[in-house]
């Protein structure tokens, strides 16, 4: 598989650029015309010229082909110990879409050189950061697969990761508690919600999970409470980091299904 560079910001650096141009070329104009012209040209200029740098950037069966990162040749899979897909938890006040990057944690004895500028969020370890994804054509999901597919086991994905936190959890079983199936099947729909990297149907997500939440029916036996909520809390709060409710109601945004600020990092 390989991978296109996405045309977005090269599209945003010839606009600035042609408005730089247009302002400067403009008769009598002010002082602060002349600023404005002159910054458009810079931005515009500079996004250009990082957006023309060649790239290259190939998926396969013997391993990866790169021209990033000052890394430029073909790197082996036996050269890398993990290949790891790190994504900025989303938080829903915030428009634009999560960071979302790769990171490769080179193998013992590998010869592939630094910067290793990132962190692997598993173990610490160095990393070279490779790519940031919002900067390509494919989607999260596709270069996933592939991943998945060509590098195997030495493929993380931090999406999944987070998610598997709330698998295979055992709450003890007493009296006045949480239905037990209602909570799994809660459960279930938070960590689906995990996987949801778009505003809206995240939003909607969250908004789905505190309703269900809120109607949670409890019996003479079943989940302690007290361990539950705790869960739930955690799992909210990865859904999605919301502001405090008076700063929703200020920004217009939808209040909380439950009638109360969520719990904030």
Same mark, same amino acid.
Request: aromatic letters at 8%; one cysteine or more; proline letters at 7%.
């Given at each position: ?8 910001? #090269? ?30 040209? #810079? ?20 391993? #990866? ?56 969020? #598993? ?102 409470r007290t361990a539950v909520d705790a869960v739930l809390d955690e799992l909210a709060v990865l859904i999605a980091r919301w502001p405090d409710l ?19 990092d």
């Open positions: 598989m390989e991978l296109r560079r996405s045309r977005g910001p #090269l599209v945003l650096g010839l606009f600035f650029f042609v408005a730089g141009v247009f302002l400067l070329g403009c008769f009598e104009l002010t002082e602060i015309g002349w600023i404005i012209g002159l910054l458009a040209l #810079l931005i515009g200029g500079g996004i250009v010229l990082a957006e023309r740098r060649p790239f290259r950037f190939q998926i396969g069966p013997n391993g #990866l082909a790169v021209r990033v990162a000052g890394l430029n040749r073909a790197v082996p899979w036996a050269e890398i110990d993990a290949i790891i897909l790190d994504q900025d938890v989303p938080t829903i006040n915030v428009k634009k879409p999560p960071y979302s990057g790769l990171l490769l944690v080179p193998a013992a004895g590998s010869t592939i050189d630094g910067p290793f500028d990132g962190q692997s969020p #598993l173990d610490g370890r160095p990393a070279l950061v490779l790519l940031d994804l919002a900067d390509v054509k494919q989607s999260l999901d596709e270069v996933a697969a592939a991943l998945a597919r060509f590098a195997g086991s030495r493929f993380i994905d931090v999406r999944h990761q987070r998610r598997a936190r709330f698998e295979s959890l055992d709450f003890a079983v007493g009296p006045g508690g949480y239905d037990p199936a209602r909570v799994d099947e809660l459960i279930r729909q938070g960590r689906d919600g995990l996987l949801i990297d778009e505003l809206l149907p995240r939003w909607a997500a969250r908004a789905r999970f505190e309703q269900a939440r809120a109607e949670l029916p409890t019996g003479e036996l079943g989940y302690d008076d700063d929703r109601r200020h920004q217009g945004d939808p209040p909380d299904q439950r009638g109360q600020g969520a719990p904030s």
